[in-house]
């Protein structure tokens, strides 16, 4: 069984940046895809980025490609988050999630490990 812990969000003025971690355990760990998932009061939740578990193919949604950036620390079990030029639309609960796959998948449904989020506020 694989879990997950995020922390780092918090309170950001526009245009700064913030860098979220994703803890994660088990012994399958290895052969699980982590990904970023967002969700803002009365929006559906939303695929962000998510890096396989080699680390070399990492995916982002089109909102966020090239103000983000994913990797991956398997000696250390972590995903880093770097998000940089904030808007006040970043502003969400951040989601660290796992699937068994070896590519990064973008449905949430098809994630079985979640972890219980970290509020990000972008203030104008």
């Known amino acids: 069984q694989v879990h997950v812990v995020e922390s780092g969000g918090g309170l950001v003025q526009a245009g700064g940046s913030l860098r979220l971690s994703c803890a994660a355990s088990?012994?399958?760990?290895?052969?699980?895809?982590l990904s970023w998932f967002r969700q803002a009061p009365g929006k559906e939740r939303e695929f962000v980025a998510g890096?396989?578990?080699?680390?070399?193919?990492?995916a982002y949604a089109d909102s966020v490609n090239g103000r983000f950036t994913i990797t991956r620390d398997n000696a250390k079990n972590t995903v880093y988050l770097q998000m940089s030029s904030l808007t006040p639309e970043d502003t969400a609960v951040y989601y660290c999630?796992?699937?068994?796959?070896?590519?990064?998948?973008?449905?949430?449904?098809?994630?079985?490990?979640w972890g219980q989020g970290t509020q990000v506020t972008v203030s104008s």
């Open positions: 088990g012994r399958t760990l290895r052969t699980y895809t």
């Open positions: 890096i396989d578990w080699s680390g070399r193919s990492p």
């Open positions: 999630a796992g699937c068994n796959s070896d590519y990064v998948l973008r449905f949430d449904s098809l994630y079985d490990v």
